[in-house]
């Protein structure tokens, strides 16, 4: 059919509503860096999605929005 799929990862995660965290540093003024975290405290499911990925890589392009480097705008 001439389609070619592309799969997006799951943003990474480590058991912490990061939306939240984001939400509050903002609302305080705080720096948005505060929430960040380290790979190696990312949650199970998210390591086992990136190995599930790194299989379906083989055969289709998959985006990795941890890898993505996008802005933070304030409206």
């Not at 965290?21 to 998210?46: I, Y």
């Not at 990136?50 to 392009?61: A, P, Q, S």
Request: charged share 20%; with cysteine.
């Amino acid at each position: 059919m001439g389609i070619t799929p592309i799969v997006f990862s799951p943003p990474p995660a480590n058991g912490v509503n990061i939306g939240r965290c984001l939400a509050k540093a903002d609302w305080n003024g705080l720096n948005l860096d505060t929430c960040n975290f380290s790979v190696d405290e990312m949650t199970n499911d998210r390591i086992y999605a990136n190995k599930l990925l790194e299989i379906i890589e083989k055969t289709n392009r998959v985006v990795h929005v941890d890898n993505l480097h996008l802005r933070y705008i304030t409206l």
